[in-house]
């Protein structure tokens, strides 16, 4: 009996008890760039990775724009059901946690940030590039009323701008910070330094480096999945997980531009292989570059309208391969891409959008591209057939014997039955008039040529 209280009353001090993690390795993950679906990926491993060797905690360094909602999503919901504390450290100095970057540092269960960064600007973008919510406030209305009045816009811009709001004030909450302020980052992009934000309990502490963040957090007390855990940092080794090959891979082909050249090179090695049957390498490329900007095209967020373009223009540029217009399909093909590159990607997600140069540039080297083809249609039109009947018509041939009428001629390495209407002397050079079966009609080329 004594026995079974003593594990009763342990099992109630364990219960109460915070949980301490002591020496052991800290998993360090770096958030660099636009937030897609390769970077959440990178993310949510990471942390499964750190649970699985059972780590002390995993520190995400950040520097990002924002990115896409569903991959931000993603990532907030690994840290959140994680069972090992997740440290966001907004660096270098200069760093940014914009956007998408906020809820995932406010769901952080330590949020940190060095000095001269920044975070806020948390409004969602619609697919137009237009913040939703711009019109939230009337234009003359009090602070109070202004809380009470409905919202303007569509149903669904309402319906996302609350949905956010919801979303990063419970993050927010449920850590104690401020969520107060966290409303504002969506509904008046308001932004905030490292400074400003300790000051407004936004984050937990400003640390000028790694060192001092470890020393800072070394005995506090944190809820991780429901459980109560105490750091202990004092002789805690940052381990670094870079992202694997595939994920850098995928990070690299899921951006505007390198869609762009996928695509353009897709159609190119298509129409190569067209144009030449039985050359393979370019057609393989083109398949392959095509599958590879259709994966892109899954998870970037695009313009349908300027993808209609886009397509628009490779048919153009396709049917001036096969219908040639002396370079008014071509051209119009290339403008209707360029119209739909710059469509495609205005979507106002920081980090995916195209460059106006980049385009610029892409046109110069497309228009290149259809002048060689240009110049390549009309060699081929002004050297007639290569292969068949029709090529062997105006060819030299030379007499075999002399005769006059029927005899044989000696034509591209083979004997042929000839006959002629003059007198053909052994040696004389003579012309291909015509073929009847394979029976030449040929006659003397200085004849031919007058």
């Known amino acids: 009996m004594q026995r079974f209280m003593a594990t009763i009353a342990a099992v109630l001090v364990l219960g109460v008890a915070p949980f301490a993690r002591g020496e052991g390795v800290a998993v360090a993950l770096d958030l660099e760039g636009a937030i897609g679906v390769a970077t959440a990926e990178y993310i ?42 997740v440290v966001t450290y907004v660096s ?45 406030k009337p234009a003359e209305s009090t602070e109070d009323e202004s809380q009470d009045a409905a919202p303007s816009g569509s149903a669904m811009e309402r319906k996302v701008m609350n949905d956010a709001i919801s979303y990063i004030r419970g993050l927010a909450e449920a850590h104690g910070r401020n969520a107060d302020w966290a409303e504002k980052a969506v509904t008046e992009a308001a932004t905030l330094t490292a400074s400003e ?62 869609l762009l050249i996928l695509i353009m090179l897709g159609v190119y090695g298509l129409w190569f292989e067209g144009t030449n049957p039985g050359a393979i390498l370019p057609g393989v490329v083109g398949v392959i570059c095509l599958l590879l900007a ?90 007639g057939a290569v292969t068949g009947k029709e090529s062997m018509l105006g060819s030299t041939c030379i007499a075999m014997e002399s005769f006059a009428g029927e005899g044989r001629v000696w034509l591209e390495g083979a004997p042929w039955a000839a006959v002629s209407k003059t007198r053909i002397e052994k040696d004389q050079p003579v012309v291909v008039r015509a073929i009847d079966g394979l029976t030449l009609e040929v006659e003397p080329a200085n004849e031919y040529q007058t």
């Open 44 to 85: 949510i491993s990471g942390i499964e990775d750190a649970a699985a060797r059972d780590a002390t905690l995993v520190i995400i360094r950040m520097d990002t724009p924002g990115g896409l909602v569903n991959s931000m999503r993603d990532i907030v919901s690994a840290i959140l059901g994680a069972d090992v504390p």
């Open 92 to 136: 270098p100095a200069g760093a940014r946690a914009d956007s998408a970057g906020t809820y995932i540092l406010l769901a952080s269960h330590v949020a940190a940030m060095a000095p001269t960064t920044h975070l806020g600007a948390a409004t969602p973008v619609g697919l137009g590039g237009e913040d939703i919510g711009d019109d939230q």
């Open 197 to 258: 934000a300790l000051e407004m309990n936004v984050i937990d502490l400003v640390a000028a480096n790694e060192s001092e963040l470890l020393q800072q957090i070394n005995g506090r007390e944190l809820t991780v999945n429901q459980q109560r855990v105490t750091l202990d940092t004092t002789a805690l080794v940052i381990e670094n997980i870079e992202p694997g090959w595939r994920i850098k891979f995928l990070s690299t082909i899921a951006s505007p531009e390198i």
């Open 294 to 383: 259709a994966y892109a095209l899954q998870v970037l967020p695009v313009n349908y309208a300027g993808l209609a373009l886009i397509v628009v223009g490779i048919a153009l540029i396709a049917a001036e391969a096969f219908v040639p217009s002396f370079g008014a399909l071509g051209f119009g093909g290339i403008a209707a891409f360029i119209f739909g590159a710059i469509m495609m990607f205005d979507s106002g997600i920081p980090g995916y959008g195209v460059s106006i140069s980049f385009v610029v540039g892409f046109a110069v080297i497309a228009g290149l591209m259809l002048l060689w083809m240009l110049s390549y249609l009309i060699k081929l039109r002004r050297r």
